[in-house]
């Protein structure tokens, strides 16, 4: 017999790791993925200890095209159903568009925008069959605002594709039990800023505008939960989306400069 799963992308570390926990404590059967076997090893371990749920776990680089296929295979040959969708591996690249190389940019796109649209695709027509699904695309306050210098030409407009593609997947297929939520997340303390040679910009970034993994992983999962369209964490960032969509970039970029930590130098 099928038993329901939640899959998280990215799940070894920060935000995927504290999502994949709280879904985990509200009783969801996990699958994470991620490149690190024996982080996964580990993991999958304590939360079948902690929550008494059942976890496996699958070791896959979405960098790699095969990626999202080697994925899907071990869903359905373990049976399993995914009717939650976390779609959250992500990093970034601390250069210069002209500094790195096609290759570079393409494993880059494929991670964060290629590999959510295949995963979305292997896994929504199950979705259909049971009128039933939850997608979490984590995005980031970065979608809302002008493209960044100085943490990598692609980001910024990388994120607010996965906006666009997570609503596409509402006005398409909301009517038919299956919602996608857009989580943006602004300045979250994880191992993202150090593993993508950024810590001594977050290190910049004020105390006050930084938020804890844990908190808005919880928040995040809430909203996927309520079929919310977009979940930003936070008062403070939900007024700087408010602020990016009416201002002129060029005075979003001037205030921003002094508080974001090199983003725009």
Known sequence: MKK?????TGATAGIGLEIARELARLGHNIILTARREDRLRDISAQLMQEFNIDCNYVSADLAEFSAPEKIFNFCSEKNYLVDILVNNAGYS???KFHETGEEEEEKFLRVLGISIIALTKKFIPEMLERKNGKI???????????????WGALYGPVKTFVNRF???ININYRSQGITSTNVCPGFTVTEFHSASGMQDAMDKVPAFMKQDSTSVAIGAVNAMMKGKTVWISGILNKFIALICN???ASIVIKMSSSLAGGRYE
């Open 4 to 8: 329901n799963y939640a899959l998280i």
């Open 93 to 95: 690249i601390n250069k």
């Open 136 to 150: 979490m695309m984590v995005s980031s306050l970065a979608s809302f605002a002008p493209p960044a210098s100085g």
């Open 166 to 168: 997570g609503d596409a």
């Open 246 to 248: 009416v201002l002129p």
